[in-house]
Each structure stands twice: as C-alpha cells, then as structure tokens.
T-cell receptor, first 117, second 112 residues
Framework: SAVISQKPSRDICQRGTSLTIQCQVD?????MFWYRQQPGQSLTLIATANQGSEATYESGFVIDKFPISRPNLTFSTLTVSNMSPEDSSIYLC??????????????FGPGTRLTVL | SQQGEEDPQALSIQEGENATMNCSYK?????LQWYRQNSGRGLVHLILIRSNEREKHSGRLRVTLDTSKKSSSLLITASRAADTASYFCATGGGGTASKLTFGTGTRLQVTL
C-alpha cells in the first residue's frame, strides 16, 4: 500500500485568491491523480500528473484554473486559481500501487477540504 | 461522468444487521474497487475484485461481481456503528493508462 499525506487538511479562502495543495507519497510512483468531490457528490477526476511531463486534464478542467506540478516521483501540487464559491470541495490526491497485480489498486490521501467565501 | 450508479443512495440499519450495497456500471471493466469514506475525509480502500473473479472476502466484507449484468454488490456482515460511512464503487479498465471512475455512493448509517 501507499501512504499519502496532503497539506493543508482544510482551508477557508476568499474568492479571487488561489490555494496550492501539496501531496506527498511515501514511495515513488509514476502517476498521481487529483480528484474533486463537491459537497454531497461522488469523486471526479481533475487530472493525471506524470513526472517530467504536462498533466493530462479531464473534460471540463483546464490548466489555467488547476495548474499542477510534479517535480519528482513522490510529490505533486494542485493549485486552485481565482477561486469562487463553486470551487468549495474536497480535493484528493491519489496514486496506484507500485508492484505487479497490486498496481491496479488505487490509494487516496486524506483530502483537503476547501471552503471559498 | 459517472461510470456507475449505486443503490440504495442511503441505508439505515441497526448494529448487528447486514448491509448490502449494489453498484451498476456501463462499460467493460478490468477491475472494480470498493472504498469507504468517513464524513468527508479521505477514501479508504476496501477491496478490489477483477473481472475474472466472482466473489471476494475480506473480514466482514463480501464482494460479488457479475460482469454479465455489469453489477457488483458489497455485503457488510454483523455491522457496527463504526461502519457508518459513505461507500463508493469505482471501475477501472486496467493498465497503467486506465483511470478510475466512481459511482454515486451509498450513505450507510448504523445505529445502536
């Protein structure tokens, strides 16, 4: 399994500002995933972050709004830019297991609960 | 977009009873995973079942998969108050490029 930590665990921000969320994994992984969970909803994939290349964004998500960095194989950041109340969500970092058949298992961080006023 | 739907959306049972949650999906899959989420926190991985498997057990959990019906079920036996959480199924197509697509979730409430 993978142990994933995220910072901050929660934040309350003013509209128009930006917040950068950090994700740290205890092992080297090829792909890291960022998900959004709006209040009372399920999880939606924002983007997939590979080390050394541009992140791949899902339909409805753009780099200007959600820039992602992936400087090494254990760390990634997601920035929520120019925030509005509609961005209030839980943001979760996720990775796949690293070995053999276990590489299909996907693990999640504790999430960052963002409230935008 | 959501791959699957789960039912019921909400389930309330008493401690000691069994809880069954169902997940339906639309496209072919390589595997299906079940997760638990406690009160808006991170997701805890419960169990992964592959498309060539029909049933898996882990402690008090039993997962079944019927690929002909594109459905899965999660059974929690002898439920406890600590099982109160939201439960999500997620489907994967397999391979390093495959992304995980989540169902709508079931909110389980276990009362004393």
């Amino acid at each position: 399994s993978a142990v994933i930590s995220q910072k901050p665990s929660r934040d309350i921000c003013q509209r128009g500002t930006s917040l950068t969320i950090q994700c740290q994994v205890d092992s080297q992984v090829t792909m890291m995933f960022w998900y959004r969970q709006q209040p009372g909803q399920s999880l939606t994939l924002i983007a997939t972050a590979n080390q050394g290349s541009e992140a791949t964004y899902e339909s409805g998500f753009v780099i200007d709004k959600f820039p992602i960095s992936r400087p090494n194989l254990t760390f990634s950041t997601l920035t929520v830019s120019n925030m509005s109340p509609e961005d209030s969500s839980i943001y979760l970092c996720s990775v796949r297991g690293t070995s053999g058949r276990g590489s299909d298992t996907q693990y999640f961080g504790p999430g960052t609960r963002l409230t935008v006023l | 977009s959501q791959q699957g739907e789960e039912d019921p959306q909400a389930l309330s049972i008493q401690e000691g009873e069994n809880a069954t949650m169902n997940c339906s999906y639309k496209t072919s899959i390589n595997n299906l995973q079940w997760y638990r989420q406690n009160s808006g926190r991170g997701l805890v991985h419960l169990i992964l079942i592959r498309s060539n498997e029909r049933e898996k057990h882990s402690g008090r959990l039993r997962v079944t998969l019927d690929t002909s019906k594109k459905s899965s079920s999660l059974l929690i036996t002898a439920s406890r108050a600590a099982d109160t959480a939201s439960y999500f199924c997620a489907t994967g197509g397999g391979g390093t490029a495959s992304k995980l697509t989540f169902g709508t979730g079931t909110r389980l409430q276990v009362t004393l």
